[in-house]
């Protein structure tokens, strides 16, 4: 078999690789932005990388010259040497200086661009973070939820970021770049989202055992569905009804001491973990890292620690008996 064909297989497997490495889906994809913000980052990116490409390009072309025209032949001279060469040390110089600037300026204006004051009628939300999940406030709402996010689609939002334990870091790759979360200091973000849809997320700084498992969701809503949404997060769930199931796992949710870490409205008020009054018509639980289905909730309840390393969540040995009225009672929460 010819030389070079031996290298046709292994070659053709290389591309195949290449190709299947730029499938989708990326759902978290910092080159598909959905926000201004991201749109004016990923611009800057795009600036920069060509800036990269034309400077690999002319300093890989000089070195294969440089190969092919300087390289040793037999019975040929040995090429003139030169010592010093004050033209050719200005330009080397001055080029990479030149680059620099231009890859500077957009990037100061990039900076300033997204650092701005935020608009009249900004929608403000305070980010906290917890080992492992996040809560969310709305000040100007009232409301309070847990590692869902909800905004409205063409608004701009004000994101402040906090921590009440380590350092952490709040990311939603397709709305805005990433900001650390630390103990008792407050960093923003601040983007519009322009398009409708759900967007994932997680925590980028390692936070401890279940730093994986910190993850996040960013529903953006057209303006009636935000709405529709806080109107439903501002009524204070019903009481379920006595001799129901549900009434069984409230009675649970007292007997397991679960009012002393979590508050639901009306009922309990524990801060230690995330707010449950609307816990029902989330999608998902235990850091947004499980979909919220009653499979889920059982394997959740059953064994937390067992589910999510590291847990501040003990497992409290619900009873056979009482898990399926305690994953009723919590599946009213709506």
């Known amino acids: 078999m010819p ?160 921590s009440t334990d380590v350092i952490h870091s709040w990311w939603t790759p397709k709305l805005g770049g990433k900001r650390d979360a630390v103990p008792g200091r407050h960093n923003r973000i601040m983007f519009r989202p322009d398009s409708i849809g759900e967007y994932m997320g997680q925590c980028v700084e390692y936070c401890g055992a279940s730093h994986a498992n910190m993850r996040l969701r960013t529903f953006v809503d057209s303006d009636s569905g935000f709405e529709a949404w806080v109107a439903a997060q501002r009524i204070q769930p019903a009481p379920p009804a006595a001799g129901s199931t549900a009434a069984a796992g409230q009675q649970a949710f007292q007997k397991y001491g679960c009012i002393g870490c979590h508050t639901v409205a009306g009922f309990s008020a524990g801060q230690l973990g995330p707010n449950l009054t609307h816990v029902g018509s989330r999608t998902t639980i235990a850091g947004a890292s499980m979909m919220n289905t009653e499979q889920h909730l059982r394997d959740w309840i059953g064994n937390p620690p067992g589910m999510k390393p590291g847990s501040m969540m003990p497992n409290m040995h619900v009873s056979a008996a009482d898990l399926p009225a305690l994953i009723a009672y919590l599946q009213s929460l709506k």
């Open 3 to 162: 030389r070079y064909r031996r290298h046709l297989i292994p070659l053709a497997l290389l591309g195949l690789g290449l190709i299947a490495a730029c499938g989708g889906p990326f759902p978290q994809s910092t080159l598909a932005p959905t926000s201004d913000f991201g749109q004016e980052i990923d611009r800057l990116f795009t600036g920069i990388f060509w800036w990269a490409v034309g400077v690999f390009v002319v300093v890989e072309g000089l070195l294969l010259f440089s190969i092919l025209r300087f390289r040793q032949r037999e019975g040929a001279p040995a090429p003139v040497q030169h010592h010093g060469h004050t033209t050719l040390e200005i330009a080397w110089t001055l080029a990479p200086a030149l680059i620099l600037v231009f890859i500077a300026v957009p990037t100061v204006r990039a900076i300033f661009t997204t650092s701005g004051p935020a608009p009249a009628g900004a929608l403000r939300v305070e980010v906290i973070g917890h080992q492992w999940w996040w809560e969310y406030r709305y000040p100007d709402l009232g409301l309070v939820t847990a590692n869902e996010l909800h905004v409205p689609v063409g608004r701009t939002v004000v994101v402040d970021i906090t």
